[in-house]
């Protein structure tokens, strides 16, 4: 029955043994397994902040980008501005003192008469003079203005490039730390598989040490048994049969239960190295699929490539088909030229005829052009005050936005306590564990000592047991012989020595029944031994299992508040991504809205400069029309001069008219000064208006955020005690997750340096090809713009040689009308020549007709000398060969006639002789063309004369 009872607690010793090994497998199990799923949570959680750190770094680098290319843009445009508003200063200086000089002469030409119009002349000479210096002032309030403009723009430049640079060594350093992390996390991996390899061996050696122990036990009922046996055999022998029964049965239930044992042993082994095997096949499958994973990628990463490639060959081609494009636009354009040459060429025929009318369009443009003028000078002054306003908005904005920063590097330095402190805590709850853990350790090898002890003390009763067993064989054996050898003998003193043998047997009895007593007493007090230890294992255990169950609980506590502070952890970054969230839409709202703006000025500024270049173009053919008209102020300026002496002496009347013009011309132009300034001081007060409810609105939003920034700093603190805890843990994750991430960046960035230096050189060959392309296009618009100043030349020209033409052609009409006049004085002179030349032939005879006949011609060549006297210069006949005297022919005279006055060639005959009438000279073809205009002017009635036969002149 003992033995019975020690086998079954034996199995239930090794039922909970097994029990517990199996329960410690679950739990180490559960422990890997959660710390695969912590692992994978967290190099999840790694990969996600490294990707979103990747994409916040490049989209810093693409904001700065933009910042800086608007900057330099803002800088190119200011500098432009710079220079326009320079020039306008040096082109409103050179018409001041063109009107200065202009005004100075004027009033040199009237400085004798005209006392009064000197002090106007002051007047204005000071007026002027205080608009130059108003705008010498403006000029260099401006100047200022955008100098410190530049100034502050170069400054916050030097400030984002400070930033860029703290932002990147803040991202190289959290890399670091990320990957230190990983590493950690790849440490602890392999910590913890050692540890499930020291495991299975202290499982494996602990189950050995039960298979030796259960065998010496076997060991010890085996010579139990024995040693019953043989009492049985000589006291019962009845009992053997059930003695051997029941040790037959107790073997085959003990062989059965060792060979179950046995199979548990292997099966659980079997099940372990399945186990392991499982865990093991599991990593390397992680490890395959990361591969994959991390194959797929740079598959991706070089289909991205190749994709790139492609759309760098379409843009190129495309460059290539718009550069095609803009050759033929060139080729169209030079043809339009070409076309609007000949069209030039035509119509330049065509505005002759118009000359009079462009005058008037001229006069009509000019006033236009000044009222356009001054109109864009408004606009440009209150898109001017406009983009103050808005780099006003920009510098508040980017304040706000430095504020919000610094707020959150006080939160992050925050967090960064709170993870102290957590660390710190969790180092103690650390301290705590190990030293449980420490006394655990010191307890059970008290109790393998104290083990080992009674193992000894059992061993060494053990050996004298068997001692004694074999000195009792001997005895019995001993007996034998002497019982044989007495048998044999006869029977001599048989009841003696039976007596004597009795008593030796009752004495043997006796020593056996002490023996058996010291026995029974050996074995009480080793049972009891046993049962004290096993008490005392008991105990041990016990508090191993409350020790276990303790640290469990801890690990459940200690998890469960990791669980919470990572919820909670989660919820805050949640809370803190959508507050990031909420910040990073409105920065890049304003962002968008900055954009949009500054897009929207772009476009002015394009617009604008368009205009400008239109309008200096435009101005510049006004100039070449201005100085068309200062050269035309020129001759009437001589005009003016001959008109001033009769207006000297006209007087007073004309005195008074003046100084009304000047009064008008001076009360005119204050009243326009006035208005101007009006105007620019309703503009200033607008503004002024507007920048003050601005103000007022950005103080309100002020006040809303940072009421909106307390409350969120009074909900922090509230959490800060919870987040140290969740934050030590992340700490911990992290610093495991970063070691494989690490291992992963460095493949990649070598990978993404290869692709970035390959896109690198692609770019730079890109650029230098953009580079040649947009310096193609713009010696093309140089060549516009010079073709374009070339033809408002070549019109410039020919409106001059259009001025000139008429000027001559006016010249000439008024030539052709004193010829006209001198030709009428000539008709009349010869009219009245011919009547007296009649009247004479009539009152003499034939006889005295020769000499009255030269008579007549010389008066008639005197008459026409002294009238080519009389005209002198001027007339178109002093360089012509006519002699009207008595040699003129009648056939000269025909070229002069007309319906109203006829002259019949060869009517008058002239006798033979008289060679200076017959000798006619032939007249000028310029004479002849101006023959049909003198018919015109014949008063005269027609008259024929005719000689007759008897030699006498007859009128008919």
């Not at 959508?578 to 002015?604: A, D, H, P, V, W």
Request: glycine fraction near 2%; include cysteine; charge should be neutral.
């Amino acid at each position: 029955m003992k033995i019975k009872i020690t086998i079954t607690e034996l199995n239930q010793q090794i039922e909970g043994i097994i029990l517990k090994n199996e329960r410690k497998e679950n739990d180490y199990k559960k422990k890997i397994a959660e710390l695969m799923k912590e692992n994978e949570t967290n190099i999840k959680q790694f990969r996600n902040k490294i990707i979103e750190s990747e994409a916040k770094y490049k989209e810093a680098d693409k904001s700065l980008k933009e910042v800086q290319a608007i900057w330099k843009r803002d800088e190119a445009l200011l500098k432009q501005k710079l220079e326009f508003a320079e020039q306008e200063v040096s082109e409103v200086q050179k018409e001041l003192e063109s009107y200065k000089n202009r005004n100075i002469s004027i009033a040199e030409t009237i400085n004798s008469p005209l006392e009064n119009i000197e002090l106007i002349v002051h007047r204005l000479n000071n007026q002027f003079q205080e608009d130059l210096r108003k705008r010498e002032n403006e000029f260099s309030a401006t100047k200022k203005s955008l100098e410190a403009q530049l100034e502050i723009l170069t400054k916050e430049k030097n400030e984002v490039e400070f930033l860029l640079k703290l932002s990147k060594n803040e991202w190289d350093a959290q890399k670091e730390s990320l990957m230190q992390e990983i590493e950690n996390f790849g440490e602890e991996n392999k910590k913890l598989i050692e540890d499930l390899k020291n495991n299975q061996n202290e499982n494996s050696q602990s189950m050995q040490d039960l298979q030796a122990k259960y065998e010496k036990k076997v060991k010890l009922l085996e010579y139990q048994i024995e040693e019953s046996k043989t009492k049985h055999k000589e006291e019962l022998g009845s009992a053997k049969a059930n003695a051997e029964m029941t040790y037959k049965q107790l073997k085959d239930f003990y062989e059965s239960e060792k060979s179950r044992l046995e199979k548990k042993v292997i099966d659980e082994n079997e099940r372990c190295e399945r186990k392991f095997n499982d865990v093991c096949k599991e990593y390397e499958e992680r490890l395959k699929s990361q591969a994959d994973e991390a194959e797929a990628e740079i598959l991706q990463r070089d289909e991205e490539l190749q994709q790139y490639e492609i759309y760098l060959n379409e843009e190129t081609n495309n460059l290539k088909h718009q550069l095609g494009l803009s050759d033929q636009k060139i080729q169209s354009l030079e043809k339009q030229l070409k076309e609007s040459k000949d069209q030039l060429d035509s119509l330049q025929k065509s505005h002759l005829k118009n000359t009079e009318q462009m005058h008037d369009l001229n006069a009509k443009e000019r006033t236009a052009l000044n009222e356009k003028i001054e109109k864009l000078a408004l606009e440009i002054s209150q898109k001017d005050k406009e983009l103050s306003s808005l780099t006003f908005k920009q510098e508040q904005l980017l304040s706000a936005l430095e504020n919000k920063e610094i707020e959150w590097e006080e939160t992050k330095i925050q967090l960064q306590k709170e993870k102290e402190n957590l660390s710190i805590k969790l180092e103690n709850t650390k301290d705590i564990l190990n030293k449980a853990t420490e006394e655990y350790s010191l307890k059970s090898n008290d109790f393998k000592r104290e083990m080992a002890l009674a193992k000894q003390d059992m061993e060494f009763k053990s050996k004298r047991i068997e001692e004694l067993e074999k000195s009792l064989q001997l005895s019995e054996e001993k007996y034998r012989d002497t019982l044989i050898s007495w048998r044999d003998q006869t029977g001599i003193d048989i009841p003696e020595k039976m007596r004597e043998l009795t008593q030796t047997n009752e004495k043997l009895q006796k020593k056996l029944e002490e023996k058996r007593k010291s026995f029974k007493e050996l074995l009480s007090s080793s049972n009891k031994q046993i049962a004290s230890l096993e008490k005392e294992r008991a105990v041990l255990a016990e508090k191993v299992v409350n020790l276990d169950s303790k640290k469990l609980e801890l690990e459940n506590r200690f998890r469960a508040e990791i669980d919470q502070l990572m919820i909670q952890l989660k919820e805050k970054k949640d809370e803190d991504g959508s507050e990031k969230f909420g910040l990073k839409l409105e920065n890049e709202r304003l962002k968008t809205m900055l954009q949009e703006i500054q897009k929207e000025n772009g476009e002015k500024d394009a617009t604008r400069d368009r205009e400008r270049i239109l309008w200096e173009n435009k101005f510049n053919f006004l100039l070449q029309q201005r100085e068309k008209a200062r050269q035309d102020l020129m001759e009437t300026q001589k005009k003016f001069d001959i008109t001033l002496e009769q207006l000297q002496k006209r007087g007073a009347s004309d005195k008074e008219k003046l100084e009304g013009a000047t009064n008008s011309l001076i009360t005119s132009i204050e009243s326009r000064y006035t208005s101007q300034i009006r105007d620019l001081q309703e503009a200033h007060q607008q503004v002024l208006i507007e920048m003050n409810d601005r103000n007022k609105q950005l103080e309100k939003d002020g006040r809303s955020l940072r009421e909106h920034l307390e409350m969120e700093k009074r909900g922090r603190l509230i959490d800060i005690s919870s987040f140290e805890k969740k934050i030590q843990d992340l700490l911990e994750n992290e610093n495991k997750l970063i070691n494989e991430i690490e291992f992963l960046k460095k493949n990649r960035e070598k990978y993404s340096s290869d692709l970035h230096e390959s896109f690198s050189y692609e770019k730079d060959r890109l650029k230098t090809k953009l580079f040649d392309c947009e310096k193609r296009m713009k010696e093309l618009e140089l060549q516009k713009a010079q073709q374009f100043l070339d033809h408002e030349k070549e019109k410039a020209k020919w409106n001059l040689e259009r001025d000139i033409l008429v000027a001559k052609n006016s010249e000439s009409l008024e030539v052709i009308g004193r010829l006209e006049k001198k030709k009428d004085l000539l008709l009349k002179d010869n009219e009245k020549l011919k009547v007296e030349r009649g009247a004479k032939r009539h009152a003499t005879g034939v006889l005295l007709k020769k000499e009255h006949y030269r008579q007549n011609s010389g008066n008639m060549s005197m008459s026409f000398e002294e009238a080519e006297k009389d005209e002198g210069n001027q007339s178109p006949y002093k360089n012509r060969n006519i002699n009207l005297g008595a040699s003129m022919n009648l056939q000269n005279i025909q070229s002069f006639r007309d319906p109203t006055y006829n002259i019949r060639p060869q009517t008058i005959r002239v006798k033979r002789g008289a060679s200076p009438l017959a000798k006619s000279e032939q007249s000028q073809d310029s004479y002849k063309d101006s023959s049909p205009s003198i018919s015109k002017y014949s008063d005269s009635p027609p008259v024929k004369h005719e000689r007759s036969r008897s030699g006498k002149f007859t009128k008919f």
